[in-house]
């Protein structure tokens, strides 16, 4: 079974800080790959960073980076220089070899504070 | 950008009644879901649906059905609406291989009075 933990239900960073958001995960899949995704309060799901389980290298989009821990079995994510507009709801995700489907954690609620 | 539409964005409907949600991608994926979300709450997978006359049933269970007669079209009908229906449904689509994202759309704000 596929699992996705979250256990930050809200956090809060000062402007210009880096926060760091938990994810680790579940899985008896050889192959899997690791998805973060920021909801707005406008509802719609956003793309961030995504890792393969089989990258040897952390994931890095721009202001983001994910701290990907195998043996651990996490997928943190990092926000650097955090901004007013990256309040919001942030989803760790995983889609193993087995099915098809996205597993999604609980979200972190994430507010920065100018 | 994702070319992923929902419509409608909100909706306030009877209870009683028949409503269709429109999902529609117009980027060829086989791939498309639908989720089923409460505010601030997880999302649930309510239907998938692997290509053209695919269609499965999600981990949640759900009054809802869904059809898919075209690649770019993945509807969800509830027969009669009910308040327990009300919520927030997103529909996403994603290639058929590879460990690619999932492309989400704005979502349908659904309230059943």
């Known amino acids: 079974a596929q699992k996705i933990t979250q256990t930050q239900p809200g956090m809060f960073v000062q402007e210009k800080e880096a926060v760091t958001l938990d994810c680790t995960y579940d899985t008896s899949d050889p192959s899997y790959g690791l998805f973060w995704y920021k909801q707005p309060s406008s509802g719609e799901m956003i793309f961030l960073i995504y890792?393969?389980?089989?990258?040897?290298q952390n994931a890095t989009e721009g202001r983001y980076s994910l701290n990907f821990q195998k043996a651990r079995k996490s997928a943190n994510l990092v926000i650097s220089a955090s901004q007013l507009g990256d309040s919001a709801m942030y989803f760790c995700a995983m889609r193993g070899d087995t099915g098809n489907q996205f597993y999604f954690g609980t979200g972190t609620s994430l507010t920065v504070i100018p | 950008e994702a070319d992923i539409y929902q419509t409608p964005r909100y909706l306030v409907i009877g209870t009683g009644k028949k409503i269709t949600l429109e999902c529609s991608q117009t980027?060829?994926?086989?791939?498309m879901y639908w989720y089923q979300q409460d505010p601030g709450m997880e999302l649930h997978l309510i239907h998938y649906s692997y290509g053209v006359n695919s269609t499965e049933k999600g981990d949640l269970s759900s009054e809802s059905t869904v059809s898919r007669i075209r690649t770019e079209h993945f509807p969800l009908t509830l027969e009669s609406a009910r308040p327990s229906h009300t919520s927030q449904y997103l529909c996403?689509?994603?290639?058929?291989?590879?460990?690619?994202?999932?492309?989400f759309g704005q979502g349908t704000r659904l309230t059943v009075v």
């Open positions: 996403a689509s994603r290639e058929m291989r590879g460990n690619t994202e999932a492309f």
């Open positions: 890792q393969g389980s089989y990258d040897q």
């Open positions: 980027m060829g994926h086989d791939k």
